[in-house]
């Protein structure tokens, strides 16, 4: 026992630490781009080819994908146990090989471990670098000597650099000019390519079966050489390049905007992966960061703007502190209880055992240390102590060990309703997965110890009672007069068994209080339950009479309860512009914010995140001090405030209260139907069918055959250019020789080509120099040169519309994804009843391979019921542990009748004290589930075991013979989750288990000495 205690402890300092669990899913999620493109043509260009490609890499469990405008996401899902660092490896062998066969206007895929629904991103560091020089250089400089040794360090999973933009070479020409030298813009840039382009011809291959690739590239040392360069002009002429064009080098336009506390610098931020611990790495970086301070040059300054690890670690000291005062008290509960230094020691030594075997079992099991795994060990330091105070006190009065069935089956019951969590579905059990699995292997460490350990060092100080000492005459009258007068209470209870059963069921509450004041169509619940009498003078006493516990809970806490993070308090400000807005108008209205934030009292930082000129963020965080305050409250009314002078803008406000929102008519449809299927237009038809069998109905007036998935989508809208086919052929144009004259007019979305300059490869865009930046008119009305030299104006060609593109195309498995939605204007019900009547239709008649489902809300019956299954399979696990513990069918009934009573308790913590029920509840919940039938178990275990002369006498003692270790292990719990109340209700999770706990398990004391006894007494015989 004491070798497995140290090699635990040895173990310990080698777990994960993070402030979370890592519930993602082992999955990759890859983003490109295609600007300005409509998700049909992002779905064909980027996600198609990349979902084909991605297809063949084994231990893939499922791919989805997300075409949207411009933008494409697909999400790959691999085997819970694959090796990640390797799947991303394959994944990025696979794009290298693939991306230079796609659009050469495709942005090169980035690859992250995320799943594509994660939240935003926090930086785990973020360094300001300021130095007297231009951004372009500070930006060169940090990436040389900084960004690319941090990028080495394992479990760093991204390093970025904002604030300033890489440099690129502008040659600025005009048409016009181009003509009068027999040369088009198409035959200027091919010159410019082969005469300074990288180029890759191809590869030379050994007789030794090497291979190497064969570069030709053209370095140049400044750009004077280039303006200097000769040209061929036509005729055999030669010219210089700058007698052409204007060349000079340029900050590469700005397409995000990234500032912290409103200053412009350059930021490195450095990001962690998932289930790394973070506070060693971050350790490390600034180690690292410390190393390489010295290599930069003169007059560099780098300041830790940023340290995201500040609150996990201030989190895990008061965590550690308050198991500490948790441990603390436990022993001083002992003391005062066993007034005994020896049983002291026994116990403390137990707990040390059972502690070191526990983070042996955590880092066979890999379980990662974080709040949610410490508030199960801290709960187990109460588990712990309760089966050796059981144990301990059995050897006390008997020395044998009849008492190892009764520990064991107790501690199976916590382990059934503990476990009972793997059974939710994996969004429901996320946090409370590894609670449940720490307070196990906790529980099954203990067991080991309290029926192995305890006993042998207990012979050990040899603290039995002796056969022969009896209790003085006075002791042994009080106990006599304490029992009778309990069987008295009992006897009378007993009597009045059918009383006590309704108080029961009308403490614990029934659901009367769930009936609708009205039915349609049906006229008997109207005229009765339904009618305004009963309403209206009846139900506000029959609910409250016959609602009980239940009622308060459901009224009081569970309809403003919620899931919480236990992350540091941040305050969230989102602006959405429409399209067609630039970067530099949402700038302006950010900028505006972040001015206003300036100076405010209690905030600490403030990091803008501009991402184009439709979306901008802000992530407002505050000082310990104020955290938990009414300041984030007061700054968040102040925004909703100022947000309304903003015209046009929508805003989303969320962190801390109820979120804000001004966006108007984004509702989803309340009937919809996911329908799937292989071939696009096919499914797109068959959605068609099923909108016209729908609007045959008079109550449904449109249908939507191409809804959206989410609230987060909406279609976009675009300008079109329709080229007219008639005017083309009219002046013998083709379609592809007027898109490339089009290209010249507008802004290059990617570098025509990269030049080597002073041994560094630049990007290089080549422009027109009257309309660097063309507007609509001047597009649509500036001469445009075809590669023959023939102008073009193309307003007269094309007509310029505005479209609303499509919605996002999703596709699982390469499967398309279509949502079909509708409104019924009448009964729900109805409109249901019609829905699954023509999808039985459509289920006849659509093709092989496609489906269509209905998609349903948040509350479905289907949950109830998987919920309503949970506790079925608790109730079942404990009739089974108890049906073989007891060799009985009737014994483990009054068992489990005490699980659902001992919730009054809980429901009345809650309700009573108003509290903010959280997955701490949740997490309450099952433990007063298990734990509540410890109790009894001991009691019927001890009653089994006494002589059967008088069946009521035997229940008696069983009871009062248990009543102290009962009261004890009840009492150790309870005071080992005290200091986790002391936070106060902010406190995410913690003060929700902890009140949750100790009202449930105080209430069950009191049904396994009151209640127990009444159903386990058999009448008087007359």
């Not at 006599?480 to 007993?494: D, E, F, Q």
């Not at 068959?686 to 109550?699: C, F, P, T, V």
């Not at 999770?989 to 902890?994: E, I, K, N």
Request: a positive charge.
């Amino acid at each position: 026992m004491r070798s497995l205690q140290a090699l635990g402890g040895c173990s310990f300092p080698r777990l994960p630490v993070n402030l979370q669990p890592d519930t993602h899913p082992p999955a990759l999620t890859i983003t490109a781009s295609l600007p300005n493109n409509p998700p049909q043509a992002v779905e064909q260009e980027v996600t198609a080819p990349l979902e084909n490609a991605f297809s063949s890499i084994a231990g893939l469990k499922s791919i989805y994908s997300v075409s949207g405008y411009g933008s494409s996401i697909i999400e790959l899902t691999f085997d819970r146990h694959a090796d990640m660092a390797v799947k991303k490896f394959e994944v990025s062998s696979v794009i290298r090989q693939i991306y230079p066969r796609l659009n050469p206007l495709v942005s090169f895929p980035e690859v992250e471990q995320r799943t594509r629904r994660s939240g935003q991103k926090n930086a785990l560091l973020v360094y300001r670098i300021n130095a007297r020089l231009a951004p372009y250089r500070i930006h060169q400089v940090a990436e040389e000597i900084l960004a690319t040794n941090l990028r080495q360090i394992n479990g760093v999973n991204e390093v970025t650099l904002s604030g300033a933009e890489r440099l690129r070479l502008t040659i600025a020409t005009n048409p016009m000019q181009l003509r009068q030298f027999n040369l088009t813009p198409e035959s200027f840039r091919n010159q410019l390519t082969r005469e300074f382009g990288t180029l890759f011809p191809g590869a030379v291959h050994t007789a030794a079966g090497e291979k190497f690739t064969v570069q030709f590239s053209h370095t140049l040392n400044s750009v004077d050489e280039l303006q200097n360069a000769p040209l061929s002009v036509g005729n055999g002429n030669i010219i210089p390049l700058k007698k052409l064009a204007d060349v000079y080098l340029e900050e590469d336009p700005p397409r995000q905007l990234f500032r912290i506390n409103g200053r412009n610098a350059v930021s490195l931020s450095i990001y962690a992966d998932n289930n790394v611990n973070r506070l060693a790495l971050a350790a490390k970086v600034k180690d690292v960061i410390t190393e390489l301070t010295p290599r930069l040059p003169q007059g560099f300054e780098i300041q830790l703007d940023v340290d995201d690890t500040e609150f996990l670690s201030r989190e895990i000291r008061k965590n550690a502190t308050r198991s500490s005062l948790s441990l603390a008290l436990l022993i001083i509960f002992i003391l005062i209880s066993y007034r005994n230094r020896t049983y002291l020691l026994i116990l403390f030594s137990g707990i040390l055992v059972s502690l070191g075997i526990t983070f042996l079992l955590a880092s066979l099991f890999q379980i990662s240390i974080h709040l949610y795994t410490i508030a199960g060990l801290t709960v187990s330091f109460g588990l712990i102590m309760d089966n050796a105070i059981v144990v301990m006190d059995h050897l006390y009065r008997r020395p044998d060990r009849k008492i190892a069935l009764a520990v064991l089956g107790a501690t199976l019951t916590t382990l059934t309703a503990l476990l009972s969590v793997l059974f939710l579905p994996e969004d429901e059990r996320a946090n409370l997965t590894e609670f449940s699995i720490i307070v196990c292997l906790a529980l099954a460490a203990s067991v080991a110890t309290a029926l192995f350990y305890t006993p042998a060092i207990f012979a050990h100080f040899r603290l039995a009672k002796a056969s022969g000492q009896m209790l003085t005459y006075t002791q042994l009258r009080k106990r006599v007069w304490a029992l009778n007068l309990y069987g008295k209470l009992i006897t009378l209870l007993r009597r009045y068994r059918k009383t006590v059963w309704a108080l029961l069921i009308l403490a614990f509450g029934l659901p009367f209080f769930f009936l609708p004041a009205s039915l349609p169509d049906q006229e008997w619940y109207n005229q009765t339950i339904g009618s305004s009498w009963y309403q209206e003078k009846v139900r506000p006493y029959t609910d409250k009479i016959t609602g009980g516990a239940l009622r308060l809970f459901i009224l009081k806490v569970y309809e403003r309860s919620g899931y919480r993070e236990p992350e540091r308090t941040r305050l969230y400000v989102y602006a959405q512009l429409p399209e067609g807005h630039t970067l530099n108008d949402m700038d302006r209205i950010m900028q505006a914010t972040e001015n206003f934030l300036t100076g405010i009292e209690g905030v600490e930082n403030f990091v803008t995140h501009i991402y184009s000129g439709q979306h901008a963020s802000i992530s407002i965080t505050f000082t310990p001090t104020a955290e938990r305050s009414a300041i984030p409250y007061q700054l968040k009314a102040k925004l909703i405030a100022r947000s309304l002078d903003w015209g046009g803008v929508q805003w989303n406000i969320f962190g801390v209260g109820q979120g804000f929102s001004n966006a108007t008519g984004d509702n989803l449809p309340s009937f919809r139907v996911e329908m799937t299927g292989y071939n696009y237009r096919e499914l797109e038809r068959q959605a068609g069918i099923l909108a016209n069998k729908l609007l045959k109905h008079k109550r449904i007036q449109q249908v939507n055959i191409d809804e959206r998935l989410s609230w987060d989508e909406k279609a976009s809208e675009q300008w079109q250019l329709n080229l007219s086919h008639t005017q083309l052929q009219a002046s013998g144009l083709k379609e592809n020789e007027v898109l490339n004259a089009l290209q010249w007019l507008g802004e290059r979305p990617t570098p025509d080509l990269h030049i080597a300059l002073n041994n560094r490869f630049i990007p290089v865009y080549i422009i027109n120099q009257n309309n660097p930046q063309p507007d609509i008119f001047t597009l649509l009305n500036s001469p445009a040169a075809l590669g023959t030299g023939r102008l073009i104006l193309p307003g007269k060609l094309s007509v310029l519309q505005k479209e609303k593109t499509a919605s996002a195309i999703h596709k699982k498995d390469r499967q398309y994804i279509r949502v079909v939605g509708f409104e019924y204007y009448g009964s729900s019900k109805f409109g249901n009843e019609f829905l699954d009547e023509k999808l039985a239709e459509m289920k006849n008649e659509m093709p092989v391979g496609y489906t269509a489902k209905k998609l349903s809300w948040i509350w479905t019956w289907d949950k109830v019921k998987r919920q309503y299954g949970l506790l079925l399979i608790l109730f079942a696990g404990v009739f089974l542990i108890c049906a073989v513990l007891f060799e009985s069918l009737r014994q483990p009934l009054l068992i489990l009748g005490i699980i659902p009573f001992s919730f009054i308790g809980l429901f009345l913590t809650f309700a009573w004290f108003e509290l903010y029920f959280d997955q701490g509840g949740y997490a309450a919940f099952f433990l007063v589930g298990g734990l509540a039938v410890n109790a009894a178990i001991f009691v019927i275990n001890d009653f089994n075991s006494l002589p059967r002369k008088n069946h009521n006498r035997a229940v008696l003692k069983a009871v009062a013979g248990k009543l102290r270790p009962v009261m004890l292990t009840v009492l150790s719990t309870c005071m080992g989750l005290v200091p986790f109340l002391l936070g106060g209700q902010h406190e995410v999770f913690w003060y929700a288990l902890a009140a949750g706990t100790i009202g449930g398990l105080i209430f069950s004391v009191l049904l396994v000495v009151l209640v127990l006894p009444v159903w386990m007494f058999k009448p008087a015989r007359v």
